[in-house]
């Protein structure tokens, strides 16, 4: 069985300080590309699954090749973040880049009524996002509109802060952890508990330490990355580690890439989504109905139809 000549799986980059979010994956296809592969059409594709703010720093989720078919498993992924803020002042990009808009001489606060405002936040919330951020306003970006100096109106929407701890109060410095679903927006929470205590809130370290309950010690560095790219990159099945698992003999892979339904023997409880295996490779992801026992084909994987022809 010839291999795709193409990269197929994740890696959990530490995403540096200053890099936007596609300056990393363009840096990583840019890694994995071969000489002779001139042109975006010849190089892998790769996509992060969730935007890290060009200040923050972090796990920075990026699949590559035929893994990318899966991002939304990781756009969709609750996340982890260590956030610093300063109760002393705010800008407009509610973070160090941008321009001071208030400043609050008396801005130290106790930990009691901290903690108390914490509370407030615990939950299932109503969140503006900041109007420096990638959400589209009628079509186009809310930054770029913003930067062109128009009226941006952001719409609030429910969003969940699932768990919220501090880390350390020291003068009008806070820092917390927090543990919040997908859509969050972390400078538009320290804004908020801020205007709570009627003092600023502008960030000033933002650390993502988690995404969809992947260990912080899976990150690599970019570092690390350039001297040993193929040590860092995990299999596409280790992505899909929530789904059931289900091997297929030869011929049924065959049929399978195929598109075709298939009667297997098989012990997954349920109607469920699987992640369909040959020979230790990934062919995509079927539905499984246990009561008739068919695998209705999902999602096939065009490496594995080139592979199994």
Known sequence: MSKSA?????????????????????HVIHLFSKPEQKNRKQRPKAGHTGTLDPLATGMLPILLGDAT????????AEKSYEVSFDLSFQTDTLDLEGEVLSRFEHAEVNKAALTEVLAKFMGKIQQVPPIYSA????GQRAHKMARQGQDVQMQAREVEIIA???L????????????????????SLA?????QLGLGGCVTALRRTSSGGWAKEMMVSIEELEEKKENCMLPLQIWLRDLPVISLAKDEAQRFVQGQRLLVASY??????CCIMF???VLGTAMFNPNKGVLQPERVLPTAQEILK
Request: a positive charge; proline letters at 3%; glycine letters at 12%.
């Open 6 to 26: 193409h990269p197929c799986g994740v890696l959990f980059l530490d995403k540096p300080k200053g890099w936007t979010s596609r300056k990393a994956v363009n």
């Open 135 to 138: 959400i589209r306003v009628d």
């Open 168 to 187: 350390s109060l020291q003068g009008s410095e806070v820092t917390l952890a927090v543990d919040c679903s997908k859509g969050t927006y972390i400078r």
């Open 164 to 166: 919220i701890e501090l």
């Open 69 to 76: 078919r899966f991002s939304n498993m990781g756009l969709s």
């Open 191 to 195: 804004r908020d508990i801020g205007e």
């Open 279 to 281: 020979n230790g490779l």
């Open 268 to 273: 997954v409880a349920g109607d469920a989504l």
